[in-house]
């Protein structure tokens, strides 16, 4: 099994991460796409090594809030799961974490760049 800090991105477990507009408050709407990218830039990620994180825009409510894929490929709640034990991880600690960052950097964001 390689090192994880040499593990390809390709083999990573991928996180794409839908966020709505209205996290940010009611003029969310217009800051999502900022917000986004303000985020993919400062978001922390303890498991860099094997997860890559993808912060976009949720503007189309019928794709899932979360999708995880690897090697290309769509996986589901259960692989991405034993994906994750395999690095004694688990999916609800990752996705409680990504929450917890979340509500940190909306905080900061709505703070900074949007005015009461």
């Known amino acids: 099994m390689p090192l994880l800090s ?3 991105d390709n083999k990573k477990l991928a996180v794409t991460y839908r966020v ?9 709407h217009t800051h999502i796409d900022k917000f986004c990218e303000f985020t993919q830039e400062n978001i922390h990620n ?3 090594n094997f997860i890559k994180l993808n912060i976009i825009p949720r503007h189309d409510k019928s794709l899932p809030e979360m999708e995880f894929n690897v090697l290309s490929k769509k996986v589901n709640h259960l692989q ?5 034990s395999v690095f004694g991880q688990s999916l609800d600690d990752f996705e409680c974490q990504l929450s917890d960052e979340l509500t940190r950097l909306i905080q900061t964001y709505v703070r900074e760049h949007i005015k009461p």
């Open 6 to 8: 040499s593990l390809d």
């Open 20 to 28: 709505e507009g209205g996290c940010l408050g009611p003029v969310g």
């Open 46 to 48: 303890p498991n860099a």
């Open 80 to 84: 991405a799961e034993k994906y994750l």
